[in-house]
C-alpha cells in the first residue's frame, strides 16, 4: 500500500507528502495512507492546472434571459390545486425522501459541533436537526408516509452526527429511515497546486462540495435505497436553515405534473448585489450564475423604474432531485463542474511546525449541487418562495444570515400565528416582536394547523412563550430584581 501510494504521488508531483514519513508512528502513516488512497489523483492535476497553474477564463455567455418563475403557494395561482393535490398524492404513495445535506465544515458559524447540532431555539435550545426531524414527523403522521430521510456528512463531521442522532434515539424516526451517507474529502492545494499537510502525518482536506452529493448517493447505495422503497423524488435541502419547508407538497407536485427532473425555489433578491447565486437562461441553459460573477454581467444588475431587480430568482438551495435523474448526473459526473475558494488553510511548514496563516494561502474545491440543473434534459421548474417562514439561513452568529437573525425570523413567523389565533404580541416601536416565541413542529407546521388547535386557549405572551409537542407552553424566567 505504502509503495503503490507513493509511487502515484510522485508520478503526480506530491512526493512531498511522505517527508515526515519517518516520523510517524503506525496510526499516524495508516491514516495518511487512508486519506491518499481516497484521492483522484488524474482529477486533483486537471484542477490545479485548470485553475492554479493556469487562469480559466470565466465563462462568457451572449444572451442571458430571467428563467420563468411558478407564483408562490400563498398567490393560489393557475394550477396550484392541481400542484397541491399531485404533491400530496406523492407523499401518500411514499415516493418522497429527505435529502438534507450536513457535510459542511460550517467555518462561518466557528460551533465546535457539527452545524445541526447548534441549539437555534432561543427557548428551547432545541438544535437544527431536531427542528428537522420534527418537521419530518409531523409529515408522516400527516401523509401516512415513511419517508426515509438521508443525511450528508463527511469525515469532519460523521461520527459526531450518528452519535447526536443515536443519543437522541433518531428523535422517534426508526434508525432504519435515517441514513447516513458520506461525501468524499479532496486535499488543498497550495498556490503551486502542491497537496498541504494539516500534521505531519495528515493531509489537509475539504469536503467536495454540496454537489459531493450526486457520488455520495451512488456510491453509498443511497439510489439503490431509495428505488428499492418506491422512492422517486429527493427532496433536498440545508443543514442551516431553520425555517425550511421539508418535502413541500406544492413544491413536490408542480415538480411531478411538469414531469421535471430537478426542480428549485426562488426567492425574490432583496437587492440587486445581495450575495445569492441566481437562476437564469444562459444561452439557453438553465443554471445559477453565483454571486462572484455579478459583475461580469452587468444585466444582473438591472432594476425595474419601481427598483425591482429584473433578475430575481434568488437561490435558497432547495430542490427536488428525481432519482433516475442523480443516476443519469452520476454517469456523467466527470465533467461536472469544480468551483475554487482561495481560504486561510492551517499547514506544516517543512519543520513540521504548524502555521496559522493571516491571509489566503491555498484553494479548496468544491462541486455545487445547483450545477447538475445544467444537466436536465426537460426544462427545470422554479418555484417562488416568501423569505419569512422558508428562508433563514444560519452561517455566523450575528448580522445578516445569522442566529440573531434566524431567531428573529422564529419570532415573527410563529408571531403571525399567534395573532391570527387572537393573541396580543409584543413589538417594539419599530413593529418587530420584542419576545422570543417557538413553536414546535410536532404541535403544528402550519399556521392552519397552529389555529385550529389554539381555538379556546389563551396565550400570555410578555415575556416570550415556547409551545411544545403536546400543547404545553413553556415562559422565559422573569428577570430577577
Ligand atoms: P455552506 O456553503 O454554507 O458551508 O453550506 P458550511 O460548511 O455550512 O459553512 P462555511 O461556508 O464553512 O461557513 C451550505 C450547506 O451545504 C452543506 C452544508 O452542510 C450546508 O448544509 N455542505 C457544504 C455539504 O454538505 N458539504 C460540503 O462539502 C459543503
Given at each position: 500500500?505504502?509503495?503503490?501510494?507513493?509511487?502515484?504521488?510522485?508520478?503526480?508531483?506530491?512526493?512531498?507528502?511522505?517527508?515526515?514519513?519517518?516520523?510517524?508512528?503506525?496510526?499516524?502513516?495508516?491514516?495518511?495512507?487512508?486519506?491518499?488512497?481516497?484521492?483522484?489523483?488524474?482529477?486533483?492535476?486537471?484542477?490545479?492546472?485548470?485553475?492554479?497553474?493556469?487562469?480559466?477564463?470565466?465563462?462568457?455567455?451572449?444572451?442571458?434571459?430571467?428563467?420563468?418563475?411558478?407564483?408562490?403557494?400563498?398567490?393560489?395561482?393557475?394550477?396550484?390545486?392541481?400542484?397541491?393535490?399531485?404533491?400530496e398524492a406523492a407523499l401518500r404513495a411514499g415516493k418522497v425522501?429527505?435529502?438534507?445535506?450536513?457535510?459542511?465544515?460550517?467555518?462561518?458559524?466557528?460551533?465546535?459541533?457539527?452545524?445541526?447540532?447548534?441549539?437555534?431555539?432561543?427557548?428551547?435550545?432545541?438544535?437544527?436537526?431536531?427542528?428537522?426531524?420534527?418537521?419530518l414527523l409531523n409529515l408522516r403522521r400527516r401523509f401516512g408516509c415513511a419517508l426515509?430521510?438521508?443525511?450528508?456528512?463527511?469525515?469532519?463531521?460523521?461520527?459526531?452526527?450518528?452519535?447526536?442522532?443515536?443519543?437522541?434515539?433518531?428523535?422517534?424516526?426508526?434508525?432504519?429511515n435515517?441514513?447516513?451517507?458520506?461525501?468524499?474529502?479532496?486535499?488543498?492545494?497550495?498556490?503551486?497546486?502542491?497537496?498541504?499537510?494539516?500534521?505531519?502525518?495528515?493531509?489537509?482536506?475539504?469536503?467536495?462540495?454540496?454537489?459531493?452529493?450526486?457520488?455520495?448517493?451512488?456510491?453509498?447505495?443511497?439510489?439503490?435505497?431509495?428505488?428499492?422503497?418506491g422512492?422517486?423524488?429527493?427532496?433536498?435541502?440545508?443543514?442551516?436553515?431553520?425555517?425550511?419547508?421539508?418535502a413541500?407538497p406544492?413544491?413536490?407536485?408542480?415538480?411531478?405534473?411538469?414531469?421535471?427532473?430537478?426542480?428549485?425555489?426562488?426567492?425574490?433578491?432583496?437587492?440587486?448585489?445581495?450575495?445569492?447565486?441566481?437562476?437564469?437562461?444562459?444561452?439557453?441553459?438553465?443554471?445559477?450564475?453565483?454571486?462572484?460573477?455579478?459583475?461580469?454581467?452587468?444585466?444582473?444588475?438591472?432594476?425595474?423604474?419601481?427598483?425591482?431587480?429584473?433578475?430575481?430568482?434568488?437561490?435558497?438551495?432547495?430542490?427536488?432531485?428525481?432519482?433516475?435523474?442523480?443516476?443519469?448526473?452520476?454517469?456523467?459526473?466527470?465533467?461536472?463542474?469544480?468551483?475554487?475558494?482561495?481560504?486561510?488553510?492551517?499547514?506544516?511548514?517543512?519543520?513540521?511546525?504548524?502555521?496559522?496563516?493571516?491571509?489566503?494561502?491555498?484553494?479548496?474545491?468544491?462541486?455545487?449541487?445547483?450545477?447538475?440543473?445544467?444537466?436536465?434534459?426537460?426544462?427545470?421548474?422554479?418555484?417562488?418562495?416568501?423569505?419569512?417562514?422558508?428562508?433563514?439561513?444560519?452561517?455566523?452568529?450575528?448580522?445578516?444570515?445569522?442566529?440573531?437573525?434566524?431567531?428573529?425570523?422564529?419570532?415573527?413567523?410563529?408571531?403571525?400565528?399567534?395573532?391570527?389565533?387572537?393573541?396580543?404580541?409584543?413589538?417594539?416601536?419599530?413593529?418587530?416582536?420584542?419576545?422570543?416565541?417557538?413553536?414546535?413542529?410536532?404541535?403544528?407546521?402550519?399556521?392552519?394547523?397552529?389555529?385550529?388547535?389554539?381555538?379556546?386557549?389563551?396565550?400570555?405572551?410578555?415575556?416570550?412563550?415556547?409551545?411544545?409537542?403536546?400543547?404545553?407552553?413553556?415562559?422565559?424566567?422573569?428577570?430577577?430584581?
Amino acid at each position: 500500500m505504502e509503495k503503490t501510494l507513493r509511487g502515484r504521488c510522485e508520478a503526480h508531483g506530491q512526493g512531498h507528502v511522505f517527508r515526515f514519513w519517518g516520523t510517524l508512528n503506525a496510526e499516524e502513516r495508516g491514516r495518511l495512507l487512508e486519506q491518499l488512497a481516497q484521492v483522484e489523483f488524474p482529477l486533483m492535476e486537471r484542477l490545479a492546472r485548470e485553475w492554479i497553474l493556469e487562469t480559466p477564463p470565466p465563462a462568457r455567455f451572449e444572451r442571458i434571459e430571467p428563467v420563468p418563475v411558478l407564483p408562490a403557494a400563498v398567490h393560489r395561482g393557475e394550477g396550484a390545486p392541481e400542484a397541491w393535490d399531485a404533491g400530496e398524492a406523492a407523499l401518500r404513495a411514499g415516493k418522497v425522501g429527505l435529502f438534507l445535506v450536513a457535510g459542511g465544515q460550517g467555518t462561518r458559524l466557528g460551533f465546535p459541533g457539527p452545524k445541526g447540532c447548534y441549539p437555534i431555539g432561543p427557548l428551547t435550545g432545541k438544535t437544527l436537526f431536531q427542528y428537522h426531524a420534527e418537521k419530518l414527523l409531523n409529515l408522516r403522521r400527516r401523509f401516512g408516509c415513511a419517508l426515509p430521510w438521508y443525511i450528508m456528512v463527511s469525515a469532519a463531521n460523521e461520527a459526531a452526527t450518528r452519535a447526536y442522532f443515536a443519543e437522541n434515539g433518531h428523535f422517534g424516526l426508526g434508525a432504519e429511515n435515517v441514513v447516513f451517507l458520506r461525501q468524499r474529502m479532496v486535499p488543498c492545494m497550495d498556490g503551486a497546486g502542491r497537496f498541504m499537510l494539516e500534521a505531519p502525518g495528515s493531509l489537509a482536506m475539504n469536503p467536495n462540495g454540496h454537489g459531493g452529493c450526486i457520488p455520495a448517493m451512488v456510491e453509498n447505495g443511497v439510489l439503490d435505497d431509495a428505488r428499492a422503497r418506491g422512492v422517486e423524488m429527493l427532496s433536498y435541502f440545508q443543514v442551516d436553515n431553520w425555517a425550511v419547508k421539508v418535502a413541500d407538497p406544492y413544491f413536490i407536485g408542480w415538480h411531478a405534473l411538469k414531469g421535471a427532473e430537478m426542480s428549485s425555489k426562488v426567492h425574490r433578491k432583496n437587492t440587486a448585489r445581495e450575495a445569492v447565486g441566481v437562476h437564469c437562461l444562459c444561452d439557453g441553459v438553465y443554471q445559477v450564475i453565483e454571486y462572484s460573477e455579478l459583475d461580469i454581467y452587468p444585466q444582473l444588475l438591472e432594476t425595474d423604474a419601481a427598483g425591482n431587480v429584473r433578475y430575481f430568482a434568488g437561490n435558497p438551495a432547495m430542490h427536488i432531485l428525481s432519482v433516475e435523474f442523480v443516476q443519469g448526473v452520476f454517469n456523467r459526473f466527470d465533467r461536472f463542474p469544480w468551483h475554487l475558494a482561495r481560504k486561510k488553510i492551517p499547514f506544516v511548514n517543512d519543520a513540521g511546525e504548524l502555521v496559522k496563516p493571516d491571509t489566503p494561502n491555498g484553494c479548496k474545491f468544491e462541486t455545487f449541487v445547483f450545477d447538475a440543473l445544467q444537466l436536465v434534459r426537460h426544462a427545470p421548474v422554479a418555484v417562488e418562495i416568501g423569505r419569512l417562514g422558508e428562508y433563514t439561513p444560519t452561517k455566523q452568529f450575528e448580522g445578516d444570515n445569522s442566529v440573531v437573525a434566524s431567531r428573529q425570523s422564529m419570532a415573527e413567523w410563529w408571531g403571525g400565528w399567534f395573532n391570527a389565533a387572537g393573541a396580543a404580541v409584543p413589538r417594539d416601536a419599530g413593529g418587530r416582536v420584542a419576545v422570543p416565541l417557538e413553536v414546535s413542529p410536532l404541535f403544528a407546521l402550519t399556521r392552519d394547523e397552529f389555529v385550529e388547535k389554539a381555538a379556546g386557549r389563551v396565550w400570555d405572551l410578555s415575556r416570550g412563550l415556547s409551545v411544545d409537542a403536546d400543547g404545553n407552553t413553556e415562559t422565559p424566567a422573569a428577570p430577577s430584581a
